[in-house]
C-alpha cells in the first residue's frame, strides 16, 4: 500500500469518538509525547505504559491522563506510571537537653539546637514536600563576644570605662554562660587623606594642642578572643585614643575584617557576638573615591600583625556585602551607639538581620547593661533562612511557636519570645514546578539566622519515569525504527512526529494531508483554528492559557460561550465547544436559570404559596391579585384573621354577621376551643405555617384565635370566654370631680394672695424710698408764707 495512502487512513480517526472525553482533563489538554512529558504536567497525572492500550486512531497523547480516567479507560494498575515524591531523613541526632549545673561539659560541637540535621528529598512537579524541623535553645550554650571600639579622639573618656569591661563583663555573663570568651579591636579611619591629615606631624601625633595620641590606623586586632578578663582589662589599658578629619569614621572595614578573618580573630563555632560602639555615622561603598580609592572590597582578610593593611587599597564595603559575610560567618551585631546617632544605626539594623540597636552614654558606663539587654533581645528570637533555589523550586514556611502560636508566610520563618529551653518547630514545604535542565540533584541548606547549625536538604528530581529506562533505541516498533520505544509507545528522534514517528517535520505539509484537517471537505484548514501536522490538526494557542481551541478540527473552544451577568455560562457551568454544560439544579443556554425552589417558597411551606409556578428561581403569580417574590402580597386582599373572624365568632359564640349561614359558609375548618390564652398553639412548638389573632365584635369584646393549616387541614384554636370591657363607677368619677374643682378653686386664691402680697410690698418699698430721697430743712416751715407784702412805687426816687 502506498505510504500516504496509509497515512491517511491511520490519520483520519485522529482523536475521534474520544474526544470529547479527552477534553475536559488538563494531562491530556498538555499533549504530552512520552511519560516523562506526562509526568511533568501536574501531580496528577499518569501515563499508561501498556502497549495495547490505545484504540485505532488515538493520538499518543491520550496515554496521559488523571489516574481514575486511566482506570476507568481499562489501563491495568500495574502498568500505570505514576512515581511519587518523598522524603528520607539521613542524620537525625536529637537536641540536646543541657543544663549550666552540671559537672560534665560539652564541647561546642556536641551540641545539638536544631534537628533534623540532613535530609533527601524527591520531588516530582506539583507535589509539595513537607518536613518538620526543630529548634531548641540550649541552655550553657557557649558564647564568644568580640568588642570593636571607635578610637577617635571623641571616645576619649569612652576608652577609661572599656578598660575594666572583660573582667566586669564575664562576671555578668556567668548567669547566662559558663563558656564565656572575649576579645577586642579597635578603628580609627583610612589612612590617606582627606579622612586624615597626612603631614608628618600629624601621622604621629593626629591631635592638637597638648594631647598625647597615637597615629591614625584603619582596624587593629588588639586582643584575639580569651577566656582571660585580666589580660583584656591590660590590653586595654594600654590603648591610646587617635583622629582623624572628618566625622563618620572607617568602622565597616573594621567589621568586615573581624568577620571573616576567623583564625585571626578566634571564633569558634558557638553564638558569635560583635560589639559595635562608636559616637559617629559610618562612610560605606563608594565613599573611597574621595581618597582616590575605587577598587571594591574583595571581601578577604588583609591582617598583617594584627593590623589592617589594605585600607588605602579597597573601597570601604557596601551594606549589602556586608550583610551577606555577617550572615555566613553567623554573626550577631550590636551597635552600642549615642543617642545623637540612634536613628542612622536604627536604619541600618532594619537591614542587617539578627542585629540590634543600644543607646550608649557618653562615656560608655553603661555598656554592659547594654550588651546584656542586647543579647537577651537577640537571643529571643530564631529567624530561619535558606540558601539559594534551584530555578523552578520553592519553599513555604509555618512556625509553631511559644504557646501553640502560628505563624504564615514572612512570619512563618520566625519565633519570638523564646526562653532557653525552649522548643518550637516549623514546618516546611518545598515544591518543585518544573525538572532543572540539567536533571542533577541540588543542594540548599536551611539554617537559623546567628547560629552555626544548620539544616542540609538534598534535591532528587523525578524528570523521568522508571519504565523509560528500560526504553528500545530505534525500536522496529516505531516507523522505520525513527524511534525510542519506552513505556508503550514511541519516543520519536528528533526530526520526526507522529503517533509511530511516521512522519517527517519536512513532509508536513501536502494537499493529501491537509484535506484530512478539512472539516466536511470545507476550504479552512483546521477551521483557521490551528495548523494541519502530519495530517492532524493542531490548535493554536491564545494569550489567555485558559481559553483553548479544540476539536478534531479546531472546531471548539471554551471561551465563546452565552454570557449571563457577564460571566460565562452565568459562572454556573463549563463552556464545551461553544456550548454551555450546566453545573447540577442550573438549566438554560447560559445555565442562568436555577432549579432550585427555595426561593419560591412561601411563609406557609408552599412554593409561590400555591397562586403561582416557579420559574429559575422567581415565582411567576398566575393570580393577578398576588404580587412579591412569593406571590404572598395581595394589597386588596383583607387579612388571614379579618377574613375567618365571621366563620370563628359564629361557630364558637353563635354570634355574627354569619350567625344564620354558619353552617353552610364555616364548615371549612375544625374548630378548638381552649379555656385561655396560654393553652392556644405557639409558634415555636409548630412545624407548620401559624397564624394568631385578635379580634373584637360588635359589643366591643375581644375573642383570641389561631389559624394555621396541618396535612392540609385547616384548624382553629379558639378561647372559649370572651373578653369584655367592664362599665365605668359613677361615684368616684363625682367625687374626683368635685375634689378637682375644689382643688383648682383654692390653687386659684392662693395665686390671687401671693400675688396681692408681691404688689403691696413692691409698693411699700417704692414709698420707704421716696421717703429716704426727700430733703427737710428743719429751721423752717416748707409751707410758711409771710403776712407782709412790700410795694414800690416806680416813682420814687428815693428823696
Same mark, same amino acid.
Given at each position: ?44 497525572c ?6 495495547n ?16 480516567s ?9 502498568k ?5 515524591g ?12 543541657r543544663?549550666?549545673?552540671v ?10 539546637q ?5 535530609? &533527601?528529598?524527591?520531588?516530582?512537579s ?31 573618656d569612652?576608652?577609661?570605662n ?25 578603628f ?11 603631614t ?21 586586632n588588639?586582643?584575639?578572643? &580569651?577566656?582571660?578578663g585580666?589580660?583584656f582589662n ?71 600583625n ?12 557596601s ?8 550572615s ?16 542612622v ?16 552614654s557618653? +562615656?560608655s ?7 546584656i539587654d ?38 512563618g ?48 528530581f ?20 525513527n ?28 494537499e ?5 484537517c478539512?472539516?466536511?471537505?470545507? &476550504?479552512?484548514?483546521?477551521s ?36 449571563s +451577568? ?30 432550585? &425552589? ?7 411551606g ?22 412579591g ?81 396541618? +396535612? ?77 407784702t412790700?410795694?414800690v412805687?416806680?416813682?420814687y426816687?428815693g428823696?
Open positions: 500500500m502506498d505510504l500516504r495512502l496509509l497515512l491517511i487512513a491511520a490519520l483520519s480517526a485522529v482523536l475521534s469518538g474520544s474526544w470529547a472525553q479527552q477534553e475536559g482533563s488538563v494531562c491530556i489538554k498538555a499533549n504530552a509525547q512520552s511519560c516523562g512529558d506526562c509526568i511533568q504536567v501536574a501531580e496528577s499518569g501515563w499508561c505504559g501498556d502497549e492500550f490505545l484504540t485505532v486512531g488515538e493520538s499518543k497523547s491520550a496515554r496521559c491522563d488523571d489516574l481514575e486511566l482506570k476507568k479507560r481499562n489501563c491495568a494498575v500495574t500505570i506510571e505514576n512515581p511519587r518523598g522524603i528520607n531523613i539521613n542524620k537525625d541526632k536529637p537536641v540536646t537537653n543544663k549550666k549545673d559537672a560534665e561539659k560539652l564541647k561546642p560541637e556536641q551540641i545539638t536544631i534537628q533534623p540535621q540532613k535530609l &533527601t528529598l524527591t520531588l516530582r506539583g507535589e509539595p514536600q513537607t518536613f518538620d524541623l526543630k529548634f531548641k535553645r540550649a541552655e550553657d550554650y557557649p558564647i564568644d563576644l568580640y568588642y570593636l571600639m571607635d578610637l577617635s579622639f571623641s571616645m576619649k569612652d576608652l577609661e572599656v578598660k575594666n569591661l572583660g573582667t566586669d563583663l564575664m562576671r555578668e555573663m556567668q548567669g547566662i554562660t559558663s563558656d564565656f570568651r572575649i576579645g577586642f579591636g579597635s580609627v579611619e583610612k589612612t590617606v587623606m582627606p579622612y586624615i591629615s597626612t608628618p606631624a600629624r601621622l604621629i601625633n593626629p591631635c592638637t594642642g597638648n594631647q598625647n595620641c597615637t597615629s591614625p590606623f584603619s582596624y587593629k588588639v586582643l584575639k578572643l &580569651t577566656d582571660k585580666d589580660e591590660n590590653l586595654v589599658s594600654q590603648q591610646q585614643i587617635s583622629g582623624n578629619l572628618d566625622s563618620p569614621e572607617g568602622g565597616f572595614d573594621a567589621i568586615m575584617q573581624v568577620a571573616v578573618c576567623e583564625n585571626q580573630i578566634g571564633w569558634r563555632n558557638v553564638t558569635r557576638l560583635l560589639v559595635f560602639s562608636t559616637d559617629a555615622g559610618f562612610h560605606f561603598a563608594g565613599d573611597g573615591k574621595l581618597g582616590g580609592i575605587v577598587l571594591p572590597n574583595d571581601g578577604k582578610c588583609h591582617l598583617e594584627n593590623m589592617y593593611t589594605m585600607s588605602h587599597y579597597y573601597d570601604y564595603p551594606i549589602a556585602h556586608l550583610v551577606q559575610k555577617l555566613d560567618h553567623n554573626i550577631q551585631t550590636i551597635f552600642a551607639v549615642t543617642e545623637e546617632f540612634q536613628p544605626y536604627k536604619e541600618l539594623k532594619n537591614l542587617i538581620p539578627k542585629s540590634a540597636v543600644g543607646t550608649l557618653s +562615656n558606663s553603661n555598656v554592659i547593661k547594654l550588651i542586647a543579647y537577651n533581645s537577640l537571643s529571643s528570637e530564631v529567624i530561619l533562612e535558606n540558601g539559594r533555589l534551584p530555578e523552578g523550586v520553592t519553599i513555604t514556611y509555618k512556625s509553631i511557636c511559644k504557646n501553640g502560636v502560628e505563624g504564615t508566610g514572612e512570619n520563618r520566625k519565633c519570638s519570645n523564646i526562653s532557653i529551653g525552649d522548643e518550637v518547630s516549623f514546618k516546611i514545604s518545598i515544591e518543585s514546578q518544573k525538572c532543572p535542565s540539567n536533571g542533577k540533584p541540588e543542594v540548599i541548606k536551611i539554617k537559623p539566622l546567628g547560629f552555626t547549625e544548620e539544616v542540609e536538604v538534598v534535591l532528587n523525578i524528570c523521568d519515569c522508571q519504565c523509560a529506562a528500560e526504553g528500545e533505541p530505534d525500536s522496529d516498533k516505531c516507523y522505520e525504527g524511534g525510542t520505544f519506552e513505556c508503550g509507545a514511541c519516543k520519536c528522534n528528533d526530526g520526526r512526529i507522529g503517533r509511530l514517528c511516521e512522519c517527517s517535520k519536512d513532509e508536513v505539509r501536502t493529501d494531508l491537509d484535506a484530512n478539512r472539516k466536511d471537505n470545507g &476550504t479552512d484548514i483546521c483557521n483554528n490551528g495548523d494541519c501536522v502530519c495530517g492532524t490538526c493542531e490548535c493554536k494557542k491564545r494569550e489567555n492559557p485558559a481559553e483553548i481551541y479544540s476539536g478534531k478540527y479546531c472546531e471548539c473552544d471554551n471561551f465563546n460561550c452565552d454570557r +451577568n457577564n460571566k460565562l455560562c452565568g459562572g454556573h457551568g463549563r463552556c464545551e465547544c461553544r456550548k454551555c454544560i450546566c453545573d447540577a439544579n442550573y438549566t438554560g443556554s447560559a445555565c442562568d436559570c436555577s432549579l432550585e &425552589t427555595a426561593t419560591c417558597l412561601a411563609k406557609n408552599q412554593i409561590c404559596n400555591g397562586r403561582g409556578t416557579c420559574e429559575c428561581g422567581i415565582c411567576k403569580c398566575t393570580n393577578p391579585k398576588f404580587q417574590p412569593t406571590c404572598e402580597i395581595c394589597p386588596t386582599c383583607p387579612g388571614v384573621c379579618a377574613e375567618h373572624k365571621d366563620c370563628v365568632q359564629c361557630r364558637a359564640f353563635e354570634a355574627g354577621e354569619k350567625k344564620d349561614t354558619c353552617e353552610h359558609d364555616c364548615s371549612y375548618f375544625q374548630l378548638i376551643k381552649v379555656k385561655d390564652r396560654e393553652k392556644m398553639p405557639q409558634p415555636t412548638d409548630q412545624s407548620f405555617p401559624l397564624t394568631h389573632c385578635k379580634e373584637r365584635d360588635a359589643n366591643d369584646c375581644w375573642f383570641y384565635y389561631t389559624y394555621a393549616i396541618r +396535612n392540609d387541614t385547616k384548624e382553629v384554636y379558639v378561647v372559649e370566654t370572651l373578653e369584655c370591657p367592664a362599665g365605668p363607677d359613677i361615684i368616684p368619677i363625682v367625687a374626683g370631680v368635685v375634689a378637682g374643682i375644689v382643688l383648682i378653686g383654692l390653687a386659684l386664691l392662693l395665686i390671687w394672695k401671693l400675688l396681692m402680697i408681691i404688689h403691696d410690698r413692691r409698693e411699700f418699698a417704692k414709698f420707704e424710698k421716696e421717703k429716704m430721697n426727700a430733703k427737710w430743712d428743719t429751721g423752717e416751715n416748707p409751707i410758711y408764707k409771710s403776712a407782709v412790700t410795694v412805687n416806680p416813682k426816687e428823696k
